[in-house]
């Protein structure tokens, strides 16, 4: 964060494509006319990270920008920009990893999005342009309180395609539909290889990187605490480049699952429990499962804390790999919060203890 606009120089600067630029140019001229709503938020994100069993410390620091711009009815503009700042890069060797907003490349701009959603009464939504899947699937009450990256988004996604996940995207188109009250259909599909160059976002090349879906049907019925019990299943399916033996395209499907069921009421406090999975049932060559369960409780003394234990445990080829977290978050006031948290990570057969402190900060109209 403290590079942000150091880094950020003319002689730097990577024009866009001309499809990027089109759009761009298209949504200003629309917006000037439109005499729009516009809502915003700025978050920031710093944690320190110790790895207790060799002493190692990693910094990472995260800061995003969000705009989302009325044009005409039921239509919007939304956009998303992110910022990293990450030292020592080497603090743990495993694929579960423990932070989910820690990336080894230092940036000073990420586009995540930038797309044009528009919503069709109360009975669908659809939106074209560049997105990041995180927050259409994976951002749930209680997995957004764990800070271990596969609570962000499964393995058996991040592992098996160059996905539109964090600090990624790619061009889409995202639909949403809700026949029922309580019941929330979504699909996606997205250019097969997502990244976060402004020159290879804004294409569609599926010749040449293939195509990534997914898709989740989703049951919430609301209960007495603050967050309503939540059924989904879903599927992954695509065609993305292939690594090590396989060459060309190389076809991958799964099927995931996310539960979150509250359970018990004490006091002012919401006890729930968390499950979710996920299996590949095409292409297991790299990770090919994935399991966690964890509880949460929400609604703790006037502060309203959240606290919760949570396990995850991934199957890959290399070997099993276990992440046992435990974290609270605490607001301190209305935009500034602290999270501790405490990780067991065993993987190949190494274990390794690390404990993480990280400040959050937030602004907006949102």
Not at 14 to 35: E, N, Y
Not at 268 to 292: A, E
Request: proline share 4%; with cysteine.
């Amino acid at each position: 964060m403290v590079r942000f606009i150091q880094s950020v120089g003319l002689q730097s600067f990577t024009p866009p494509s001309k499809l990027a630029a089109a759009i761009v140019i298209m949504l200003c001229a629309t917006i000037g006319r439109a005499q729009p709503r516009v809502t915003w938020a700025v978050e920031g994100n710093t944690e320190v990270g110790w790895n207790m069993s060799d002493g190692k410390v990693v910094w990472v620091n995260l800061l995003s920008a969000g705009i989302d711009v009325g044009l005409w009815k039921g239509a919007h503009l939304e956009g998303e920009a992110i910022s990293t700042y990450t030292t020592n890069k080497n603090v743990s060797d495993n694929l579960l990893g423990f932070s989910n907003i820690y990336t080894p490349t230092n940036k000073a701009f990420r586009l995540i999005q930038a797309s044009l959603g528009q919503h069709f009464g109360q009975w669908a939504y659809v939106s074209v342009g560049l997105r990041n899947i995180d927050t259409d699937y994976f951002t749930s009450p209680s997995t957004s309180l764990f800070t271990a990256p596969a609570d962000a988004d499964f393995p058996t996604l991040s592992n098996n395609y160059p996905l539109a996940t964090y600090p990624m995207a790619a061009l889409g188109i995202h639909i949403e539909a809700y026949p029922v009250n309580g019941l929330t259909v979504k699909a996606s599909i997205y250019n097969g290889a997502a990244d976060e160059s402004l020159k290879r976002q804004f294409r569609v090349k599926p010749g040449h990187d293939g195509y990534f879906s997914i898709g989740s049907v989703t049951y919430e019925r609301e209960n007495r605490g603050e967050n309503p019990a939540s059924y989904t299943i879903g599927y992954i399916a695509g065609r993305a480049p292939g690594d090590g033996d396989d060459e060309g395209l190389v076809g991958k499907s799964g099927l995931w699952l996310l539960v979150e069921q509250p359970f018990m009421y004490v006091g002012t406090t919401q006890w729930c429990l968390l499950m979710q999975g996920s299996v590949m049932t095409r292409y297991t060559k790299n990770t090919h499962g994935y399991w966690g369960t964890g509880l949460t409780v929400n609604g703790i003394g006037k502060r309203n804390i959240q606290a919760g234990v949570a396990v995850n445990r991934m199957h890959d080829r290399t070997g099993n790999e276990l992440d046992a977290e435990a974290t609270c978050l605490v607001p301190l006031n209305d935009w500034l919060s602290v999270q501790p948290a405490m990780h067991f990570i065993r993987s190949h057969s190494r274990e390794i203890v690390v404990g993480m402190l990280r400040f959050s900060v937030a602004f907006g109209n949102k």
